[in-house]
């Protein structure tokens, strides 16, 4: 249909990537292949309702329709989309065989600080790139300004927050959090540590990173 961008080298994959639990890489590509085949995901669902060989075949494509024909699914393929591919360009980059410990930690520090930018600065583009998104696809955005209720609550047990606080604060913010909270905990301060110190052993240019204070936290 002409939505995919081809170029030599670039294997294209017509279809959607199916997440492994011990890969971040994965689960970016699920992600950005599901917002860019939305449309033909949407058609085949429709195509399954109508065509269905089984009721329990056509009852499952209206579930999955009617919740992908969502404001907070298409909210959460957005974001998750975004976050993910900022890790995603640090896992990329750890994995280069050529890359030194120093530059390394250099990554991992400009990859918390673009999750921060993007928690501080982008929540409104954000909200902004998923409702042209919807309009797109005929999906009903919410007031904002309305307040916030659980679709698997009672109607009458309406949140005290607005429907904007909850994107806000309950998704976009707790992701990005738990994103920054996973980065924390894989290079914490001890490990950092250790890798500086290490990294201050390297014998290139005449062991030029030798660095004795940095050596001497590694050992203790």
């Known amino acids: 249909m002409g939505k995919l961008e081809t170029d030599r080298g670039l294997n294209q994959e017509l279809g959607l990537a199916r997440a492994a639990d011990t890969r971040w890489g994965s689960h970016y590509k699920s992600f950005k292949s599901f917002v860019s085949m939305f449309g033909s995901n949407i058609d085949v669902l429709d195509t399954i ?3 269905a060989r089984t009721l329990e075949e056509r009852a499952k494509a209206k579930g999955y329709l009617s919740t992908c024909q969502t404001f907070e699914v298409a909210f959460m393929l957005h974001l998750m989309r975004d976050v993910l591919g900022i890790t995603n360009e640090l896992n990329t980059s750890l994995q280069k065989k050529e890359q030194d410990i120093a530059n390394a930690i250099l990554l991992v520090e400009v990859a918390k600080k673009r999750l921060q930018k993007l928690r501080e600065e982008e929540c409104d583009s954000l909200i902004d790139k998923v409702s042209a ?3 797109k ?3 009903l955005i919410p007031n904002f300004d309305d307040f916030y209720v659980n679709s698997g609550r009672s109607r009458r047990k309406v949140a005290d927050y607005t429907i904007l606080h909850h994107y806000h604060v309950d998704i976009f913010f707790k992701i990005i959090d738990w994103q920054v909270q996973e980065l924390n905990a894989r290079f914490n301060e001890v490990t950092t540590n250790l890798l500086v110190g290490v990294a201050c052993l390297n014998p ?3 062991f030029s990173s030798f660095d004795i204070n940095k ?4 050992t203790e």
Do not use: G, H, W
């Open 215 to 218: 050596i001497l936290m590694m």
């Open 137 to 139: 696809y005929n999906i």
């Open 49 to 51: 309702v109508v065509d």
């Open 133 to 135: 998104f919807c309009v």
């Open 204 to 206: 290139v240019d005449s």
